[in-house]
């Protein structure tokens, strides 16, 4: 990874944030990183990283600097005021609360993926009659694997009548995907095991003799750049050898004139009651993709020829097959979304018909799109962050869902031969439950999702409207104790992510409870680059616009701050994965801000994309290095490049897994090394799990372990002001 210049802290007396008096009086430190020579220069930049060994996993010194930057954070992290009673405290609220995290109803069968009171990772169940008991089908904890990583249930899909389940397992949260078929009736599998298959995405054949699913390209390294470049999707038949497997389409096919890029998934889509199939290549985090249908018979049977709907140009950023009919969610002269339809023989664009016009409210892309229904086809729109629920019937008319509450939807459900669609949702101080949208227009709990035993009456949340330093109005939502004194001495944890059209809405997590009983408050700035309001709220923050993001992120805390909710000295930020970005330089720009930040599997070093396994996939969202503006934009927003020496940077919370597959592990890391390096304030820790990656597949008690570390270091903030460090 990128290495740093080493420098030399200074040994003055200042003020250590957040970390028990003892632990310096041990004279502890964390270990040092060796330090390399190696420096980018380009475009007048020149970028010195001395920690850029940490990018080669076999570098002798990497796994051992990891454990001991692990044990040395474990210890700090230990000794923290609380910290196990807030351990125990969120064991007690998660461990006690069974958890519904999807659902998929096909024939007379529901299948819930869930995690039972006291399970460690969710497992498969089918409810073979509405209404019945839930019978378990797949088991990830009964799996043992020969070092004793977990195994974690990653993806599946029924066949259109219940009888077979196509899912992926992986070990230790990597992701790495094994597909296997599952006979439903009496729990057997059929003999293939299909590797390589982390975006699988398994379509069903009519009559379930095989589906069509998207596997990495063989020979690929795991680990190197190019590792998910030109992957194929194939068409498997049930009980061959995948050797044997029908090849669709793969990078470099020219379909309909569209060239099959390398960083293209070539997803084929199939529906219940409809004889086509729809191809789309997926370009990694692309918002539009084009869209081709052809019939399904032909796709099968390898002579299909595909007829493009959308053309990238097109800006299609969502579909959804029903019967005959192709709808489209198109950007194009309307940002904020309209949808149209097509009929799928002949999906002429420019004879579509408009069935919902543009709105004043986005049409929500990334967590719900289309779905479609026996009874219409629903879709979600975007208010700021809390979204709406709709649906379009067959005639055209569009109807509106009564929303029991200010929600955020994380997922829609539906399948064209059934009436409704079940939706995941949850508000801010709304657990998370599986709700059923009725064609008559009401919202029911379906139960499927346990209520829990805890309240949330205590607490609710508040919207606060911040102005950022161009003027734009950025929301920021907070949740804390009803009638709270807004004096500042309230300690606080502000979050961002604010990517990819992404909108941070409502959301509660029964760990939250664990922050907010000790007087916690909880924040998400809103910040451009996110789709709170369409595809130009995204667009502001995207590639040489995402200075939007950390700059609306540190204008929002601020609003924070003067309406009372906080002060600097009990202030934590925190960013997740692309919200590294966020973090790492609202640290690097205001140092002043905060007491503290967590840097939680971040992405840091930006001017370094395109060397990891993830890279080529987020080109679209962030930049092409091989491209010179682009290239510009990533060292704009490279946060480990602009740490400087003998700065006070607030007490950093790096947090990364060894088996991370999106973010690599050698970005927090260097992050960390640096700041060890070069900050003169708050103490910097490296927290490592080893059997854990991006937090996708983690264990129950791995992500609660991770979240008392997180709520106490944040807690910790303001106490422990006025103890020195040793001179």
Known sequence: ???????????????????????????????LAKTGSAVDTRLGFTLPDPYRWMEDPKDPAWEPWMRAQAAYARKALDALPDRDAIARRISALTGDLPVTSRVERAGDKVFVEFRPGGASVAKLYVIDNVGGEKRLLVDPEAIKNPDGAHTSLDWWHASNDGALIAYGLSPAGSEESVLRVLRVADGSHFPEAIDRARFANPQWLPDGSGFFYVRVREGAVRGAPDYYLNTVAWLHRLGTDPKEDSRIVGGGDTVDGYKVLPIDFPFVFTAP??????????????RENSVLVAPLADVAAGRARWKAAARLEDQATAFTMHGSDLYLLSEKGAPLGRILKLDAANPDITRALVVVPEARTPVETADVGLVAASDGVYFARQNGGPMTL???????AVSDIAMPFDAGIFAAYGSPDKPGVDVRMAGWVQPFGIWRAQPDGRLIDTGLSPKPSFSTAAYKSTRL?????DGTKVPVSIIAKRGLKRDGSAPALGQCYSSYGISASPVFSPRFLAFLERGGVLFEVHARGGGEFGAPWWRAGQKANKHHTWQDFIDG????????WTSTPRL?????????????????????LFAAAVDNVG???????????????????FGDPTNDAEYRGLVAMDAYQKIKDGVRYPAVLAITGMTDPRVAPWHPAKFAARLQKASVGGPVLLRVTFDAGHGVGSTRQQSDDQWADIFAFALSQGRARGLQRPA
């Open 603 to 621: 992405w840091t070093n930006t001017s370094r994309a395109g060397v990891e396994q993830n890279s080529a996939p987020n080109f679209p969202e």
């Open 572 to 592: 934590t930020i925190m960013g997740t994965s692309a919200g590294g970005i966020a973090v790492g330089n609202a640290l690097a720009e205001r140092p002043d």
């Open 1 to 31: 990874m990128m290495d740093r210049r080493y420098f030399v802290r200074a040994m003055v007396a200042t003020v250590a944030v957040g970390l028990p008096k003892t632990l310096f009086a041990q004279g502890a430190k964390p270990p």
């Open 465 to 469: 409207i911040a102005t950022a330093r």
């Open 273 to 286: 009651g409809s004889d086509f199939a729809a191809l789309v290549p997926y370009g990694g985090v692309r």
């Open 390 to 396: 709709h649906r379009v019937a067959p005639s055209g």
């Open 557 to 564: 805390t601020e609003a924070v701050i003067r309406a009372g």
